[in-house]
C-alpha cells in the first residue's frame, strides 16, 4: 500500500484588498502582454465592472478584446462559440483575464489553454485527452465571493445532451494571478451574495470533512468557515458592508483553494444534476441540500463537526461532538432561513417523478461522491432528494 500524500495547490500570485482590481494593468505588462483577451458576462458588464479594468489595460497601451457573452451554467457550445470569437478578434491574445463569476473564469481558463493548444474540448471533458502544458497566462478577477474557481484548477462545463455538467481538472489550468477586489462585489444582490456565499461555505465545510482531506484543507477550510460565519448575514443585508465584503471574498477563496488541495463530496456530487437538468444556480441547489447532507454525514465525523461547529462561532462549552455537530446542522438550518434560502426543492419543477432521474445523474458524479466521508448509497441519495420536495 502506498503513502498517503497530499498536495496545495496555489495561483502563481495573489494580490488582495479594496482596490488591487488597479494593478491589473501592471501585472499585464508583467506577463509582457500586448493582445489583453477580457472573458466576462453581460450582467458583470452591465454592473460597470468590466470598463474600467479595459480603459486601464487600453490605457497602458496594451490591445484589449472584451467578449462578455459567458452565459450562466455555460455548455460546449458556448465555449466553443467564445474561443471562436476570440479567435475572430485576430492577432492572436497573449494573456487571458477573466472577471466575473465561475462561469466567467471556468471558461476563461479554459479558453486559455485552447487558445494555446489544438485541444478537443469535447475529448477533454470524455477524459480521453489530457491538457498537454499550460497555456495563455491567464488572471482571475472575481466579481462574487462564491465559487472559488480563482482558486481551483477546475472547469465546470455542461454538456447539454447528457444534462451533466463535467469538471475538466489540470494544474495546468491554474491561474497564474488573482485580483481578490472586496469593491467589486458590493452590488451583488442580496439573493446572489447568499447563494454564492453558501457555495463557498459548502466548499469549506465539504473539504474538512472529504475522505481526501488533508493538514492543508484543514488549515484553510475552518478558517472560510470563520469568515464566511462572521460575515454572510451582514453582506445579504448590507452589500456595502466593504469589511463583511472582503471576509467573504477572502472566504470564497480558501475554499477554492481547500477545493484544490482536498475535494467537495456528496452536497456538490447532489447538486450536479439539480444544475445540469434544472438549471437551477449552482449555489442554491448546493445550499438547500447542504443541511440533510451534514446531518447524513454527522454519523462517524462528530469530531470534525465540532471543530466546525467552533469555527462557526457556536457556543460548544458542555457539548459531547455529536451534540456539538447537531448545534452546526441547526445552525446550518437557521442560516438558510435568515438567508431567504428556502427548504425544499420545490418552485423548480421537481416532483416524485423526477427522483430516478435525480439519482441517476448523482450517481455519475463518482468523482466527488468516492470523497464522501460516509458512504452513500443510491437509496440514500434517494431518500435525501425525496425530503426536499
Ligand atoms: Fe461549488
Not at 223 to 235: G, K, Q, V
Not at 246 to 260: K, N, P, R, S, T
Not at 331 to 351: Q, T
Amino acid at each position: 500500500m502506498s503513502t498517503p500524500t497530499y498536495a496545495i495547490l496555489n495561483p502563481g500570485r495573489v494580490i488582495a484588498g479594496a482596490g488591487s482590481i488597479e494593478q491589473l494593468a501592471e501585472v499585464a505588462r508583467g506577463f509582457n502582454a500586448r493582445h489583453v483577451l477580457v472573458v466576462s458576462d453581460k450582467g458583470v458588464a452591465a454592473a460597470g465592472l468590466v470598463q474600467g479594468p479595459c480603459a486601464a489595460l487600453e490605457g497602458a497601451g496594451l490591445r484589449v478584446t472584451l467578449i462578455d457573452s459567458t452565459p450562466p451554467e455555460p455548455d460546449v457550445a458556448d465555449v466553443e462559440a467564445i474561443l471562436a470569437a476570440a479567435r475572430a478578434a485576430g492577432g492572436a491574445p497573449d494573456l487571458v483575464v477573466g472577471i466575473g463569476g465561475g462561469s466567467a473564469m471556468d471558461v476563461a481558463k479554459i479558453v486559455a489553454v485552447l487558445l494555446a493548444h489544438d485541444l478537443d474540448l469535447r475529448a477533454l471533458l470524455a477524459k480521453t485527452a489530457e491538457i498537454p502544458a499550460r497555456g495563455l497566462p491567464s488572471v482571475m478577477v472575481p466579481t462574487t465571493a462564491g465559487t472559488g474557481s480563482e482558486a481551483t484548477p477546475n472547469s465546470i462545463i455542461l454538456v447539454a445532451e447528457d444534462e451533466l455538467k463535467v469538471g475538466i481538472v489540470s494544474a495546468r489550468l491554474m491561474p497564474d494571478t488573482v485580483l481578490l477586489d472586496p469593491l467589486l462585489t458590493l452590488t451583488l444582490p442580496p439573493a446572489v451574495t447568499a447563494s454564492t456565499g453558501m457555495d463557498a461555505l459548502t466548499h469549506a465545510i465539504e473539504c474538512y470533512c472529504s475522505k481526501k482531506g488533508n493538514p492543508f484543507s484543514d488549515l484553510y477550510a475552518l478558517e472560510a468557515i470563520r469568515l464566511i460565519a462572521r460575515s454572510i448575514r451582514r453582506a445579504v443585508a448590507n452589500g456595502r458592508d466593504v469589511a463583511a465584503r472582503e471576509d467573504m471574498l477572502m472566504g470564497a477563496y480558501w475554499g477554492g483553494v481547500c477545493i484544490a488541495t482536498s475535494s467537495t463530496t456528496a452536497v456538490h456530487a447532489l447538486a450536479y444534476p439539480l444544475g445540469g437538468k434544472y438549471r437551477m444556480p449552482h449555489g442554491l441547489s448546493n445550499a438547500i441540500l447542504l443541511p440533510s447532507v451534514m446531518a447524513f454525514n454527522l454519523v462517524g465525523s462528530e469530531r470534525r463537526f465540532a471543530a466546525m461547529a467552533r469555527a462557526m462561532g457556536l457556543d460548544t462549552g458542555g457539548l459531547s461532538d455529536a451534540q456539538a455537530g447537531t448545534a452546526f446542522v441547526e445552525e446550518l438550518k437557521r442560516l438558510n432561513a435568515d438567508l431567504g434560502v428556502p427548504p425544499h426543492l420545490r418552485g423548480w419543477g421537481i416532483d416524485e417523478t423526477h427522483l430516478d432521474g435525480l439519482v441517476e445523474g448523482a450517481s455519475k458524479v463518482t468523482r466527488l461522491l468516492d470523497n464522501n466521508p460516509r458512504p452513500m448509497s443510491r437509496a440514500d441519495m434517494r431518500a435525501l432528494y425525496a425530503a426536499l420536495l
